[in-house]
């Protein structure tokens, strides 16, 4: 792979291994759980059983009284001590739900917090639940964002009037024009399932509170420590300046940890009440019921197409399911990150898309890997595919036709505020098709098909948006998070280098990679480079990680300020050699005269001397001490001592202060685009409904790859979760609102007999709208492993007239659509007998 791009040096585009591997696989990481100073306390949450039921009366007199048991707290003990929490994106004209830390009138969902057991260990606080009697008076519950939205539905809120807490349009062009010219309409229901995060490490916190400083302290396992501070500091009315967020080790989030939740509040406040430490962590059942949930789209879409195969407009009707609370992006999930994506890598002259916000009795839904663009993406591919199949064409040549052409770009979608930076997608699709043996496969698939034998290939091509920005732009989408990203970059007395940024790890590696950028930048080596993030103590600032922006945006703003780090150290290094900054060059570690043999140089190297020899002799005429040196050789002097000169030697050059230490706020000037195709070969068993992998092809372009090695394990797990999301994975509910997948004996994750070997490659298109040209990687294989698989398995299905299947594509549902085909199949032929 060669690589363009504005990174340079000798880590940059290296397989590096993950300098934090050693302490997680020898056992030493340090997450929440693993905190317990002296006098801990342990919270458990008593949660509803019910759907919907309005709360009659709380008893908890039991609870308090048993052994071990310090507090209980009930909802309406808090109601007017805790501010309800608030969601970070408001569209316009939505409607805002309260959301108490606990409920204190109604529930709305099973697993909806009434009250909090304090005990002195954990098992005592969970126990003591069980004492805790609560009067319910059950109503209707409404489960279905279509079904919330329809009229005489079961009301949530009495400030969300049917339930719609916002209708979000995205339109251009004039697609019923479109339609009414189109050669072909072709129409879909699609259902983009409800799945739930489950990272490895369920959800975690404990607070700290000293009286004698008034301190608050709260570690959380979390993506945004420096948002959990502000909101948390708002909700309970505590001076933010006296409140520490820190974030340790995480155990994965996938955006599931990326938001605030009533237990951070619960534990803050009950630690600040009680004055002793409070930690809560969550159970793996309790993680299928509090904590946030991903998806959950019903589409319905219509695709306007002429015969060449041309796409003309989309429209698209969408139900999308919020769950009983707004959470944090909740809202923007599927307006703004959904909506706008539709077209994907097609240009769609006429699209109208409408989507409906809806509240309902579950569990609350927000940013899940990807966070709408796997719906935008898994919608307009598989319109593709239906549009090739009515038309009789091959897929690939259809996404070849309507394709965004290379030199569109930067393009506007006309439904969009976005503009995709830069694209080259058809060579991408063609490397996926090369590797695949695309030709040969579609050959090998009809003769197969004689064997009574279904080969099935599927075709996604994707694009999302990244390192997502400027702050203007997403403040008018209602957003209230900065999109700048903070950094700091500081060079100890010894030469070695402390990075502080504002993103926050939980499993990414930016330890390494950020190291990667910086010790390029600063012409070190690794090793003299440490990474500090998820401590708002020391860390002033930062908007966490989310949507792929550690590199685009956190990435950049340590390059930013290391750029400003060699510059003046330069400064300082010329100052040393008695020379003009100008004529000192920078190059691994060591600062010599570059090209300074000129008369112009040597006069001015002449000048400097001499006017230090007169200083210097003037002062020891005065003091007779002699000024600090710096250790020259040889018209050259090492980073480590332009390091030791900028702290400790009082000669600077004019105007500049001691230390080496800068900061910046980088504000990305656009977001980026990356991009895609990923090829599914599957093989589905006609008599037991099975699917067999035989090939899995991703090819991706993220511009210039900071490290292939971490890249390549960013899309193996995404892909791990586009394919359990395609084949396994689905949140169900019975009539009442109850999960019937609450735990991993009825939630199938996918494990590695579930996955096949995954071939992977690149290629390079960098973004012009950061200084390194790079984009993100994490969310690919979310996005667009679902729609490739799904495609595969409808591709193999087409000899029995399938159309479309919605995921999960269990095998039942495959084994069941064979049976009604061939049912359907045999009245025709035995009437012809």
Same mark, same amino acid.
């Given at each position: 792979?060669?690589?363009?791009?504005?990174?340079?040096?000798?880590?940059?585009?290296?397989?590096?291994?993950?300098?934090?591997?050693?302490?997680?696989?020898?056992?030493?990481?340090?997450?929440?759980?693993?905190?317990?100073?002296?006098?801990?306390?342990?919270?458990?949450?008593?949660?509803?059983?019910?759907?919907?039921?309005?709360?009659?009366?709380?008893?908890?007199?039991?609870?308090?009284?048993?052994?071990?048991?310090?507090?209980?707290?009930?909802?309406?003990?808090?109601?007017?001590?805790?501010?309800?929490?608030?969601?970070?994106?408001?569209?316009?004209?939505?409607?805002?739900?309260?959301?108490?830390?606990?409920?204190?009138?109604?529930?709305?969902?099973?697993?909806?917090?009434?009250?909090?057991?304090?005990?002195?260990?954990?098992?005592?606080?969970?126990?003591?639940?069980?004492?805790?009697?609560?009067?319910?008076?059950?109503?209707?519950?409404?489960?279905?964002?279509?079904?919330?939205?329809?009229?005489?539905?079961?009301?949530?809120?009495?400030?969300?009037?049917?339930?719609?807490?916002?209708?979000?349009?995205?339109?251009?062009?004039?697609?019923?024009?479109?339609?009414?010219?189109?050669?072909?309409?072709?129409?879909?229901?699609?259902?983009?399932?409800?799945?739930?995060?489950?990272?490895?490490?369920?959800?975690?916190?404990?607070?700290?509170?000293?009286?004698?400083?008034?301190?608050?302290?709260?570690?959380?396992?979390?993506?945004?420590?420096?948002?959990?501070?502000?909101?948390?500091?708002?909700?309970?009315?505590?001076?933010?300046?006296?409140?520490?967020?820190?974030?340790?080790?995480?155990?994965?989030?996938?955006?599931?940890?990326?938001?605030?939740?009533?237990?951070?509040?619960?534990?803050?406040?009950?630690?600040?009440?009680?004055?002793?430490?409070?930690?809560?962590?969550?159970?793996?059942?309790?993680?299928?019921?509090?904590?946030?949930?991903?998806?959950?789209?019903?589409?319905?879409?219509?695709?306007?197409?002429?015969?060449?195969?041309?796409?003309?407009?989309?429209?698209?009707?969408?139900?999308?399911?919020?769950?009983?609370?707004?959470?944090?992006?909740?809202?923007?999930?599927?307006?703004?990150?959904?909506?706008?994506?539709?077209?994907?890598?097609?240009?769609?002259?006429?699209?109208?898309?409408?989507?409906?916000?809806?509240?309902?009795?579950?569990?609350?839904?927000?940013?899940?890997?990807?966070?709408?663009?796997?719906?935008?993406?898994?919608?307009?591919?598989?319109?593709?595919?239906?549009?090739?199949?009515?038309?009789?064409?091959?897929?690939?040549?259809?996404?070849?036709?309507?394709?965004?052409?290379?030199?569109?770009?930067?393009?506007?979608?006309?439904?969009?505020?976005?503009?995709?930076?830069?694209?080259?997608?058809?060579?991408?699709?063609?490397?996926?098709?090369?590797?695949?043996?695309?030709?040969?496969?579609?050959?090998?698939?009809?003769?197969?098909?004689?064997?009574?034998?279904?080969?099935?290939?599927?075709?996604?091509?994707?694009?999302?948006?990244?390192?997502?920005?400027?702050?203007?732009?997403?403040?008018?989408?209602?957003?209230?998070?900065?999109?700048?990203?903070?950094?700091?970059?500081?060079?100890?007395?010894?030469?070695?280098?402390?990075?502080?940024?504002?993103?926050?790890?939980?499993?990414?590696?930016?330890?390494?990679?950020?190291?990667? %950028? $910086? &010790?390029? !930048? /600063?012409?070190?080596?690794?090793? =003299? @480079?440490?990474?500090? #993030? +998820?401590?708002?103590?020391?860390?002033?600032?930062?908007?966490?990680?989310?949507?792929?922006?550690?590199?685009?945006?956190?990435?950049?703003?340590?390059?930013?300020?290391?750029?400003?780090?060699?510059?003046?150290?330069?400064? %300082? $290094? &010329?100052? !040393? /050699?008695?020379?003009?900054?100008? =004529? @000192?060059?920078?190059? #691994? +570690?060591?600062?010599?005269?570059?090209?300074?043999?000129?008369?112009?140089?040597?006069?001015?190297?002449?000048?400097?001397?001499?006017?230090?020899?007169?200083?210097?002799?003037?002062?020891?005429?005065?003091?007779?001490?002699?000024?600090?040196?710096?250790?020259?050789?040889?018209?050259?002097?090492?980073?480590?001592?332009?390091?030791?000169?900028?702290?400790?030697?009082?000669?600077?050059?004019?105007?500049?202060?001691?230390?080496?230490?800068?900061?910046?706020?980088?504000?990305?000037?656009?977001?980026?685009?990356?991009?895609?195709?990923?090829?599914?070969?599957?093989?589905?068993?006609?008599?037991?409904?099975?699917?067999?992998?035989?090939?899995?092809?991703?090819?991706?372009?993220?511009?210039?790859?900071?490290?292939?090695?971490?890249?390549?394990?960013?899309?193996?797990?995404?892909?791990?979760?586009?394919?359990?999301?395609?084949?396994?994975?689905?949140?169900?509910?019975?009539?009442?609102?109850?999960?019937?997948?609450?735990?991993?004996?009825?939630?199938?994750?996918?494990?590695?007999?579930?996955?096949?070997?995954?071939?992977?490659?690149?290629?390079?298109?960098?973004?012009?709208?950061?200084?390194?040209?790079?984009?993100?990687?994490?969310?690919?294989?979310?996005?667009?492993?679902?729609?490739?698989?799904?495609?595969?398995?409808?591709?193999?299905?087409?000899?029995?007239?399938?159309?479309?299947?919605?995921?999960?594509?269990?095998?039942?549902?495959?084994?069941?659509?064979?049976?009604?085909?061939?049912?359907?199949?045999?009245?025709?032929?035995?009437?012809?007998?």
């Amino acid at each position: 792979m060669t690589q363009t791009h504005g990174g340079t040096g000798r880590y940059f585009g290296q397989e590096v291994k993950r300098r934090e591997d050693l302490r997680h696989l020898t056992g030493r990481g340090r997450f929440t759980d693993d905190l317990s100073p002296a006098g801990t306390l342990h919270a458990a949450v008593l949660r509803s059983p019910h759907a919907h039921a309005r709360i009659g009366s709380v008893e908890a007199e039991a609870a308090r009284k048993m052994p071990g048991v310090v507090a209980v707290f009930t909802g309406a003990d808090l109601k007017d001590r805790v501010a309800p929490l608030p969601p970070s994106w408001l569209l316009p004209g939505m409607s805002v739900p309260e959301h108490p830390a606990l409920a204190y009138e109604t529930v709305r969902f099973v697993g909806d917090g009434v009250a909090v057991v304090v005990a002195e260990n954990r098992y005592a606080a969970r126990d003591a639940l069980d004492l805790i009697q609560v009067g319910y008076e059950p109503l209707p519950a409404v489960l279905g964002a279509e079904e919330a939205a329809k009229p005489g539905a079961s009301e949530l809120h009495k400030n969300v009037p049917g339930n719609v807490a916002f209708v979000f349009p995205a339109r251009g062009g004039n697609y019923k024009r479109a339609a009414k010219k189109a050669d072909v309409l072709v129409r879909q229901r699609l259902v983009n399932q409800r799945v739930v995060p489950n990272a490895l490490e369920t959800r975690t916190v404990l607070a700290e509170y000293d009286p004698g400083t008034e301190h608050l302290t709260v570690h959380t396992s979390t993506q945004g420590p420096h948002n959990i501070k502000r909101l948390t500091a708002g909700i309970l009315r505590f001076p933010e300046h006296r409140l520490r967020v820190v974030a340790p080790d995480v155990g994965g989030g996938f955006g599931s940890k990326l938001h605030l939740y009533p237990e951070e509040v619960l534990c803050a406040f009950l630690a600040r009440e009680l004055e002793r430490p409070v930690k809560w962590t969550e159970s793996r059942s309790e993680s299928f019921l509090a904590t946030n949930h991903g998806r959950d789209h019903v589409q319905n879409v219509e695709v306007a197409a002429n015969r060449d195969g041309t796409i003309t407009g989309v429209k698209a009707t969408v139900y999308a399911n919020l769950g009983a609370y707004l959470s944090g992006m909740g809202p923007g999930v599927p307006s703004v990150n959904f909506a706008m994506m539709v077209s994907g890598t097609y240009r769609i002259s006429n699209i109208d898309v409408k989507v409906y916000g809806v509240l309902t009795n579950t569990p609350r839904v927000d940013t899940y890997r990807g966070a709408g663009r796997p719906e935008a993406t898994y919608l307009i591919e598989r319109a593709v595919d239906l549009v090739a199949r009515k038309l009789v064409m091959d897929p690939a040549e259809v996404r070849r036709k309507n394709f965004i052409p290379k030199d569109a770009f930067p393009y506007k979608a006309p439904n969009s505020a976005f503009a995709y930076d830069s694209g080259d997608y058809g060579p991408n699709l063609e490397k996926a098709l090369e590797m695949v043996g695309y030709a040969d496969l579609r050959q090998r698939q009809q003769e197969l098909r004689q064997e009574g034998r279904y080969l099935g290939i599927g075709i996604a091509s994707y694009t999302e948006f990244t390192g997502i920005g400027p702050g203007w732009v997403l403040n008018m989408a209602g957003f209230e998070y900065g999109g700048w990203e903070y950094a700091r970059v500081v060079v100890h007395p010894t030469g070695a280098v402390t990075i502080y940024t504002g993103s926050a790890d939980h499993g990414q590696g930016h330890a390494t990679s950020y190291a990667q %950028i $910086a &010790a390029d !930048a /600063l012409g070190l080596s690794m090793e =003299d @480079v440490e990474v500090v #993030e +998820g401590d708002t103590a020391r860390v002033q600032f930062g908007n966490g990680t989310f949507n792929s922006r550690s590199m685009p945006v956190g990435g950049v703003a340590i390059k930013i300020c290391c750029d400003k780090i060699v510059a003046k150290a330069r400064r %300082i $290094a &010329a100052h !040393a /050699l008695n020379a003009r900054k100008a =004529d @000192v060059v920078y190059d #691994e +570690g060591e600062f010599r005269m570059g090209d300074a043999s000129g008369a112009l140089g040597k006069a001015a190297r002449t000048a400097l001397k001499t006017r230090r020899t007169i200083v210097g002799t003037a002062v020891r005429a005065v003091s007779g001490l002699d000024l600090p040196r710096a250790e020259t050789s040889g018209g050259a002097v090492s980073w480590a001592e332009v390091a030791r000169l900028a702290h400790f030697v009082s000669d600077y050059p004019s105007g500049l202060e001691p230390g080496l230490d800068e900061k910046t706020f980088y504000q990305p000037r656009g977001m980026t685009f990356p991009f895609g195709t990923y090829v599914a070969v599957v093989e589905v068993d006609a008599g037991t409904g099975g699917i067999s992998f035989e090939r899995f092809v991703a090819v991706d372009d993220c511009g210039p790859v900071i490290n292939p090695l971490l890249a390549r394990g960013q899309v193996h797990g995404g892909i791990a979760q586009g394919i359990g999301q395609a084949l396994l994975e689905g949140a169900e509910y019975d009539e009442a609102g109850r999960p019937v997948t609450d735990s991993f004996w009825n939630y199938a994750m996918p494990r590695a007999g579930h996955l096949p070997r995954f071939e992977t490659a690149h290629t390079v298109t960098p973004s012009p709208v950061n200084p390194l040209g790079v984009k993100g990687i994490g969310e690919a294989g979310t996005i667009a492993a679902p729609p490739a698989v799904v495609n595969a398995v409808v591709d193999a299905l087409s000899p029995f007239g399938v159309t479309h299947l919605d995921m999960p594509v269990t095998p039942e549902k495959v084994w069941r659509a064979i049976k009604d085909a061939r049912r359907e199949e045999a009245p025709k032929n035995g009437g012809g007998a």
